[in-house]
């Protein structure tokens, strides 16, 4: 058995754990060791994958494992990691741990609300660890659908409709992926010989031009609406302001840089000729995605829906810097993708503790908890700090880099479109510095609150790992960037290579 | 000819047997209480299912009329597992006071039908196919009508009998054309001989509707919702896996070899029948709130999907056919299943009384849930390998768009599939449903579909069995 199918396995078997648990108490143990565990075997893992790059191993994937499983349509099980994956993993690693401690407090089934949680999460990391377009898909699903309960049952304000809204469109968005999926599969073997689900196998081959004008769209579009791509973007506000904390965590943390991972490895790896075509229109609609998310956010008046949108202009981030197709700006799309994911999580994290002390998410009606729940406040401003990169988190490092590779473009059109989503940086900092003023500071506005108590251990054990995790890449990002870069650059020379 | 070339229809030989041994059964079976048929006749029932399992020689008979493959074989015993399950499911509501008088009746007239099917499924003419289809249609007509006592369930039988009779009547015709214009009611020999012949389209058209009756395709779905509804469950769940299953499969048959060499005409024809079938099964579907009408409508678009399968004419397709419709058996019998145990113990069937269900009833409720998922398509379940292989199928044939429209169908089926999970799991309600334990058999049938459905999806061995049997045009 190779490390990378544990991480399927380790989630399966923590949720039979939970099946035998009698009390709440055995559920929570059982899901906090199960991705406890996990949590090491992520550490391992980039240990390990770190030791074989030094020892010079430069296969394009490492640990493969390769299992037949439809012979007659060529759809193996087969895995493998590159750093990019291996970085997306921890990364899901940190957000599960954090958010099964920031769900501690669930009571009604809550048997239930952790199998569907950790169904969720082997989802993602079976997607990460995936090779071929079949296997992915389906992992890709069984990561979106538990997310209908989760919000439906546990979640708060219009659940129902946000839960419906939020499951059919991302359906909605893996339909024109399967069609993608399936047009690059009856076109993986241009020059005649076996077709593939092979995404290795694929990215040696050329693609037919006329099919590639065809399927990258559907491709990337399916993608993009789990990464909030602008116009599909509606269901994230509206599904994370209802989603319980752990899932609010587990969603922006990660399901929607799924969608980014998946944007590059699959639609513009796989597609090069057309992304390189067609780049421009999703370049617009990304701009569109972070200057409208992070305006959006100025005016919201919920904790979660401030942050819902600012999840949009974060994520729409990444896609633009995917999309500026050179080493400089993926490589910061990577990095903001984790670092937006951890400090999206510990955000979120945050939101539903204050939310279940206070009993309400509207800034206006708190104020001063900086005085009553000192711990709290000061993780918020942490968080704060990093999302609008101020140098020494992570979020720094990412948009430095976005930025830089993004202007390295000489032409109008690019150069253009970076000052806009530059602009962003600002109206982030505007908007957080605004909850931070208003929520935090100034005078306690209601003498009820002032009876609420600070962080709970499960608290602290939830928003410390994340912020460790945060400053860690914060302060020394090379050992990431190395990490991931490497990775970039098989998918960076084929879709560079290829310039009209 | 000699009595082993008979042993060649063993399935259908062991079926009469059965009937006949059930009606024996009856004769001397003296008081009142007919409870012991129902075992003697599961347990004789489940003994031919095991046998149906058994190495088999294949061979045709009666100078071509009748003819077994491996595959033909293979697609009866899914039949009779399904069979099977349906006879779980009615044992308990068989107890009835109403029923318990005509429990023979009920095996004897099942069996019957399913002896109509399996001899249609090994029709090699059109003389034996009619044969089969009829011999499978009046008796279930009768079923339909099983409890007579209620006024819908009356109408169901009435409303049976009087399309079937139309779109056999449509079929018939088209059949004659074919025969007039060919000289020929072999299977074989029509297929050298069909081409553009103004006439003979017209036979193959009047053919796809007769049969497109059975599958309730639209637009000859509509006597569907009302028999659905009208007639007993377990009838309805055999109406809408086993008879369309048995349909879908002949169908796929007659296309891929009699008419295959009009695949072009026959290709339009489906296109626009599966556009239609799948849109607008789905968008009846959303309006309902009976359980009973609300499968009809889902088994509608259902059969819309499954003409993916067949669209293209490819191996692939007639293979996605057959794995689709034997999960498809097990997912419907599993919704079906959960409908009927709940209608037996409360007599309530709409969408507002599964209101807050959970709480009571977890596992009916987890059974449910899944059947859902695996009607719409969702992993881990084995209804998401069936549709990806339909969809493979259809794009293999480039037939993109369809495939698109087939998606998007596929999310409109979700939502719908969703509110029923959502009345169960998220909505509350001050009366639910009490808690109660579900019989024994009842439990059983479950089980079995639930098993099904995660092992088939991921044991590939089946689907890669179906393809080393299975053709294309």
Redesign the interface.
Known sequence: MDILSFFVIIPLITIIAILFSKSNKEVRVASAIGMGMQLILAAVLIYMYLSERASGNTAPMLFMQDVV?????N?HYLLGVDGISVAMIGLTAVVVFAGIFASWQVETLSKEFFISLILLASGVFGFFICLDL?TMF?FY??AV?PM??LI??WGTGP??YS??KL??ML??GS??L??GV??I??NSAPDGGGLTFNIMEISKVHIPIAAQR?FFPLTFVGFGVLGALFPFHTWSPDGHASAPTAVSMLHAGVLMKLGGYGCFRVAMFLLPEAANEMGWIFIILTTISVVYGAFGAVVQKDLKYINAYSSVSHCGLVLFAILMMNKTAMDGAIVQMISHGLMTALFFALIGMIYGRTHTRLINEMGGLMKIMPFLGVCYVIAGLASLGLPGFSGFVAEMTVFFGAFQHTDTFHRVCTILACSSIVITAVYILRVVGILLLGPVKNDNYLKLGDAVWYERISTVTLILAIAAIGIAPLWLTDMIGDSLNPIVERLTQIQF | MNIENFLLMRHELLLIAVAMLVLIAEIFWTGTNKNGIRAFAVVLFFITTVIGFMPITFGTLFGGMYNTTQLIILYKNILNVGVLIVLFQSYNWLKNDDNKHKISEYFILLISTLIGMNFMISSGDFLMFYMGLELATIPLAALAAFEIHKNKSAEAGVKLILTSALSSGIMLYGISIIYGTTGSIYFSEVSTMIGRDNLQVLGLIFFIAGLGFKISLVPFHLWTADVYEGAPINITSYLSVISKGAAVFILTITLFTVFRSVIALWQDVLYIIAVLTMTIGNLFAIRQQNLKRFLAFSSISQAGFILLGIIGGNQ?GM?AVVYFILVYILSNLGAFGVVAAIANKTGKENMDDYNGLYATNPKLCLAMMISL?SLAG???VAG?FGK??L??AA??QGF?IL??IA??N??IS??YY?LI??AM??NKSDNPIAAFKSDFMTRLGLVVCMVGLFVIGFA?VI??YI?TLTFGV
């Open positions: 499983w439809f012979e007659n349509l759809i079949f389906l699903e069984i659908i209908y309960l439906g049952i659940k129902e839960a419906m499951t059919l359906m909605g339909a024109f399967l069609l399936l047009g599969y009856f065809f | 692939l293979s998922f969702i992993p881990p998401f990806f292989f969809f493979t794009a293999q993109y495939v698109l998606l998007i596929t999310i979700l939502y969703l999970v959502k799991f998220i590939s689907f890669e393809d």
